[in-house]
């Protein structure tokens, strides 16, 4: 059974950073675009960042130069490195899957993505 399971995430003073990993089980990721969204009440799920299989990556411009998102094909493990965190980064971190597809481009739309963790909670203090 495909399986993602996000840990790291927890509660950080503003400035500090967190490093989340995203661990799949019942298949190998190599193949597949892998996103990183997170959700606050009320709002709608936000595409944080995405890493396609060849390594391209994509950032949401609220985040770029404080986050980096990077893959481990061997550990079958998907990270957001997070530094600087803001209080406004609150929320809970999703770790999806996007089936394999051509061009390996990865994508920060929802929708794309076919698997979905059920989510680790961040909060920032200010």
């Known amino acids: 059974q495909l399986q993602l399971v996000e840990s790291g995430g927890g509660l950080v003073q503003a400035g500090g950073s967190l490093r989340l990993s995203c661990a799949a089980s019942?298949?190998?990721?190599?193949?597949?675009?892998m996103g990183w969204f997170r959700q606050v009440p009320g709002k709608e799920r936000e595409g944080v960042s995405c890493i396609g299989s060849t390594g391209g990556r994509t950032y949401i411009d609220s985040v770029k130069g404080r986050f980096t998102i990077s893959r481990d094909n061997a550990k079958n493990t998907v990270y957001l490195e997070m530094n600087s965190l803001k209080p406004e980064d609150t929320g809970v971190y999703y770790c999806a899957a996007e089936a394999p597809r051509w061009p390996p481009l990865c994508s920060r739309e929802a929708e794309s993505y076919d698997y979905w963790g059920k989510g680790t909670q961040v909060t920032v203090s200010s």
């Open positions: 019942g298949f190998t990721l190599d193949s597949y675009g």
